[in-house]
């Protein structure tokens, strides 16, 4: 008799979101976890003393509201802001204010002009069918094939907009929408930086409009609105390892698996790397589906060509998060003394522009950091005081473009590693030193700092080259080229009792649980 009737690898958000309901159903079920803590890359960790900080995600961005209801997401306390964030564009711009009142929204942008406000009107309606066609909202259902995305047009229109994801480039959509580069400039900086910080493209790239789409999908009435938890992001792991717990699930930390067993096509169960083997006829991981198949999973027991399909997923992270425990509220001085009102100090983008952005990112290419970087800064301590001591104030920025291991070189591997740390101090000056510009005595009141580079994500959370897409959002990396549940669509694996659910399969990335929601239905499903 097996040990457990289900195992779930991985206890970040997709990994908890099917362990807790297959405990609920009624399977028995293991959760383990490699790490000293559950959660992920949602997580609220405390790095310094009394300073909590969101070390990935920090919103749980629209999704679902079956999947939201069915885990109890909805009554979470969050923080009301009336002010979701500030934008501007480099230095020395007007601010854009992101209101939460969609109303009041519309009238602020008619400050930049009426064709800021027609643009982004076009913006929303060009998004309609891309967001359809990618399934962005769905729950418990396949990836869409191409014939299947283009039948989700209603006319040309929207047919158009499907070849824009497919095939265009955020610079497309954007001067087609947005055309005045001065007028529009911090809406373009804004939504270039949306979409590419989940790719490896500068946004003039083909293909790149495929990012931009999921990231700036509009919701419908099947979709929740982005929330800020109270506490941080982690507020919501730590609610789902309290149901699943609370039902009789088993969450084991510092347990890292070795490997998925397999015995005749069969899962069996796992064995950990202190050799012990845990058994159970359904193993879910919701670690990233290349390094469950390639790694976890013996070869012999995959079908080279399957094997191949995942081994060549794009996971090139590069960007640069920097975590600050500050003495005070950072003071912004003039013209930007409206940033000093602690509603709009929970989220401020500094951005390059699009044609700036492509330029850092060939740069990066080249293992050359921007020399004026586009920076989201957020101080949510302003808006949730119980994530600093009193007084104090935790800050993060996080940045593009820091080049990736392929874009560095060296004569050797020390050389490497040197070129490595140096980029990351260089990149992380920068970053400070651009804040500064606008808040004169935020240098002054840093009290510690941490920088994290997609070298740190990899060791802290297991995302293969940083990634925290699991997959970045590349044309050949969504819809049937993302896996569900049982793998690829028309190339399942094999494997009877093996299921997918981390943020590189179909309904990831992003803290969506449409992963981890679609494997724990696919799991019920075979049961039934």
């Known amino acids: 008799m097996a040990d457990y009737d289900a195992i779930v690898i ?4 997709n ?57 109890g997401l909805d009554d979470l306390p969050t923080v009301d802001l009336d002010v979701m964030s500030v934008s501007l564009r ?48 769905d729950a418990g259902k396949p990836p869409k094939t191409l014939d299947e995305m283009y039948a989700c047009a209603t006319n040309e229109f929207e047919r158009s907009t499907i070849t824009d994801l497919l095939f265009g480039s955020v610079t497309d959509v954007l001067d087609r929408y947005l055309p005045d580069k001065e007028k529009h400039g911090a809406l373009r900086g804004m939504l270039a930086l949306l979409a590419v910080n989940t790719t490896y493209r500068g946004p003039a790239t083909p293909g790149t409009a495929a990012a931009l789409a999921y990231g700036f999908a509009v919701p419908d009435e099947n979709a929740l609105l982005v929330k800020k938890l109270r506490g941080g992001i982690g507020a919501l792991t730590s609610h789902l390892q309290d149901v699943f717990t609370s039902n009789g699930g088993e969450l084991r930390l510092r347990s890292k698996v070795d490997e998925i067993v397999v015995a005749d096509e069969r899962v069996t169960g796992v064995r950990l790397d202190d ?18 198949i390639t790694r976890l999973v013996d070869g012999a027991a995959v079908p080279a060509d399957i094997k191949e399909r995942f081994s060549r997923v794009d996971h090139r992270g590069s960007y640069l998060q ?14 930007y003394e409206l940033l000093n009102d602690p509603d709009m100090q929970s989220n401020i983008g500094i951005f390059s522009t699009p044609e700036e952005l492509q330029q850092q990112w060939e740069d990066c290419r080249r293992g050359i950091v921007p020399a004026d970087p586009a920076i989201a800064l957020q101080i949510p301590s302003v808006n949730d005081p119980g994530l600093a001591p009193p007084g104090k104030h935790a800050a993060s920025a996080f940045s593009l473009w820091f080049p990736p291991a392929d874009a560095r070189s060296g004569d050797s591997r020390e050389e490497t590693q040197s070129s490595y740390g140096e980029m990351k101090v260089e990149m992380g000056r920068r970053v400070i030193d651009k804040i500064t510009r606008l808040a004169p005595n935020f240098e002054s009141l840093i009290i510690r700092h941490t920088t994290f580079t997609p070298k740190h994500m990899g060791t802290m959370f297991g995302a293969p080259g940083g990634d925290y897409c699991h997959g970045l959002i590349h044309p050949d990396q969504i819809g049937i080229n993302r896996p569900g549940p049982k793998g690829y669509v028309g190339q ?37």
């Open 322 to 335: 920097m975590h600050f425990a500050l003495d005070g509220i950072p003071e912004f001085a003039p013209p």
């Open 275 to 292: 050799g012990t083997t845990v058994t159970a006829p359904v193993v879910v991981s919701a670690i990233a589906p290349d390094l469950t």
């Open 90 to 137: 480099g230095v020395g711009d007007d601010p854009l204010v992101y209101y939460t009142d969609p109303i009041k929204l519309m009238t602020h942008i008619e400050v930049h002009g009426a064709e800021a406000v027609n643009g982004m009107a076009g913006l929303m309606a060009w998004c309609k069918a891309p967001t359809r066609a990618l399934g962005r909202f």
């Open 15 to 71: 990994g908890l979101t099917a362990a807790t309901l297959l405990q609920r159903a009624g399977l028995s079920t293991l959760c383990l976890e490699s790490k000293l803590y559950a959660g992920g890359m949602a997580s609220t960790v405390e790095l310094f003393d009394g300073f909590k900080f969101e070390i990935a995600g920090s919103v749980q961005i629209p999704t679902s509201a079956t999947v939201s209801k069915e885990l």
């Open 492 to 528: 399942p694996i094999p494997i009877d009792g093996l299921y997918l659910a981390s943020a590189g399969c179909h309904g990831g990335p992003g803290i969506t649980f449409i992963p981890g929601y679609n494997a724990a239905q696919a799991v019920l499903a075979e049961k039934a």
């Open 10 to 13: 991985g206890a970040g958000h």
